[in-house]
């Protein structure tokens, strides 16, 4: 089969989830046997989104190839549990930079460099990309940002050339929003409308609408926008407010989005989808009853997508673990040792995040301290780990003023400092340690029991490291190192034994958790978590 090209644009405004969309339409691709891929094309300048504040774009995810990445390629792995890579996500400042730096080359023999058609043939290309390894039948391109912007200009241009290069090869699905008012009680078409006509303006005909909505869309109303649109009545769909986005897919299904893509794409006798393992996800995670609740502490705690992987790691594992997980989200900068008992002691299990720069670390000591004290079980991620690392050399080996070089330069206990690589970079951008590295653990050691192996792989962001040569002084006081490059000796997990369950690690094992393969440490964490909760209960 020849690759087909299915792209997702946006319209009226952003957030509708296009991103869970494109995951749906993959998960159920894949499902029928087809191989998938799905990349994100971003509108903005920035090389990629690793530079960006969370509060600009919500968490950054990363690829196994140490791309730092948009969060919905986080939603693509967690959906379809295929691993994308650097070019799964192109934004326009590397469209720009590699055009630039032909130009500099002199690859364009002298003509003048333009959008039309330097910049688009660039997109072009990007777009194609995977396409042309020959290893998809269908690569899903979700282009960021809303129909109407003028910085999607270039690349929906680059979707019109494509569409009518590609013929019955090219698929577009355009989602927009019908808003309610609550005051007329009537749901408004206006603005589809305005956002198909904007798209066509522009040169393209979506060939399927998805109407994200907060209230069920009638018959009626669907063959209206069909109608104005240019659209197949069948080809319009609705995508109401769900309880969990993992529903997504099979209310797709119910409707057909698939079916109208394969119809579009000229796909015939297309097996039908296997989604019993996603079903099976499904009812677990209905029949759970109790709850059990999760702390996680951080800075960035009132941002919805701040934390996503890690939340949605631990909905999988406790839908995994037979339980509902409530996520009680802790302001680090507010946690004081007067206040900790009050805001701590009720939870099951603490999370203390990931994260850079001192703003709230002071309070993630407080915490774990607290932690540590009372036994509750408590997982560490990345700076988690490294704060871990801190509290215990300040409470527990007597360092007083312990730290990272990165919180105190001057500390006279550096327990956590640049790595040695990384001390001559200036430059932020995608300098870190950045994606999978191997990590051997220990026998008989929690951790390896999680993962029930003593090799693993798994994807980091940092820039600082566990100091060795304070290695025997954390042994011998209880903290174990139980888990370490194979190559470089670098920690990357630390356990006190004794305790219920108190493991940091400095890879980021939410990276790698999806709905049909949990992270085994989620799982074992969770596990601690249910256990404490029933213990706490039976007492
Ligand atoms: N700021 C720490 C470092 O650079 C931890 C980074 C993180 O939590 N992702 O090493």
């Not at 499902?31 to 300048?45: C, E, H, L, N, S």
């Not at 040169?203 to 994200?212: E, F, H, T």
Request: proline share 4%; aromatic share 8%; glycine share 8%.
């Amino acid at each position: 089969m020849e690759t087909k090209y299915i792209f997702v644009t946006g319209g009226v405004v952003s957030s509708l989830g296009k991103g869970i969309i494109s995951s749906s339409l993959a998960c159920l691709l894949k499902a029928r046997g087809y191989r998938v891929t799905i990349q994100k094309f971003d509108p903005y300048i920035n090389i990629d989104p690793g530079t960006l504040n969370p509060y600009e774009h919500g968490e950054c995810y990363v690829t196994v190839d140490g791309h730092e990445a948009d969060l919905d390629l986080g939603h693509y792995e967690r959906f379809t549990d295929i691993q994308t890579t650097r070019a799964n996500n192109i934004t326009t400042g590397r469209i720009y930079q590699s055009v630039i730096d032909k130009e500099r080359r002199g690859d364009y023999l002298g003509k003048t460099v333009q959008i039309v058609p330097h910049i688009t043939d660039e997109i072009k290309r990007a777009v194609k990309r995977l396409g042309n390894t020959g290893n998809f039948d269908f690569v899903i391109t979700e282009i960021g940002g809303v129909v109407g912007d003028i910085e999607s200009l270039p690349f929906l241009e680059a979707v019109r050339q494509l569409r009518w290069e590609l013929g019955s090869n090219s698929v577009c699905v355009h989602l927009t929003y019908v808003p309610y008012i609550a005051a007329a009680k009537e749901l408004k078409t206006k603005p589809t409308q305005h956002s198909v006509k904007k798209l066509q303006e522009l040169g393209i005909q979506p060939d399927a609408l998805v109407l994200r909505a907060e209230h069920h869309i009638s018959n009626e109303m669907r063959r209206k926008i069909a109608l104005f649109c240019n659209v197949a009545p069948d080809s319009v769909v609705q995508s109401i407010d769900v309880d969990t986005i993992y529903r997504v897919p099979l209310r797709m299904h119910e409707q057909g989005l698939d079916e109208i893509v394969l119809r579009k794409a000229a796909v015939t006798n297309a097996p039908e989808p296997d989604m019993k393992p996603w079903c099976d996800f499904l009812d677990k995670m209905d029949t759970a009853s109790h709850v059990v609740t999760v702390g996680l502490v951080g800075k960035y705690v009132e941002l919805q997508d701040a934390y996503k992987s890690i939340d949605e790691s631990l909905f999988q594992a406790a839908t995994y673990n037979g339980h509902k997980v409530k996520i009680k989200y802790i302001h680090s900068e507010k946690l004081t040792d007067d206040n900790v008992e009050q805001k701590l002691s009720a939870l099951d299990g603490v999370i203390i995040a990931p994260g850079f720069g001192n703003r709230g670390i002071e309070g993630k000591f407080v915490a774990l301290k607290y932690c540590r004290e009372h036994d509750i079980p408590t997982f560490g991620i990345c700076l988690g780990m490294q704060c871990m690392v801190i509290e215990f050399a300040r409470n527990v080996l007597g360092l007083k003023d312990a730290n990272s070089t990165e919180m105190n330069p001057g500390t006279p206990d550096n327990v956590i400092d640049l790595m040695e690589e990384q001390k001559s970079i200036s430059n932020l951008g995608g300098t870190m340690r950045l994606g999978a590295y191997e990590c051997q653990l220990t026998p008989g050691s929690r951790v390896a029991e999680a993962y029930g192996k003593y090799v693993v792989s798994e994807r980091h962001r940092h820039r600082f490291e566990f100091n060795n040569s304070y290695r025997e002084a954390f042994e011998r006081a209880g903290m174990s190192c139980v888990g370490q490059n194979p190559a470089t000796r670098l920690v990357e997990v630390v356990e006190i034994p004794g305790k219920r369950w108190f493991i940091g690690t400095q890879y980021h094992p939410e990276y790698s958790s999806t709905v049909l393969h949990p992270n085994p440490i989620f799982l074992s964490f969770m596990k601690a978590v249910i256990d404490y909760h029933n213990e706490k209960e039976n007492n």
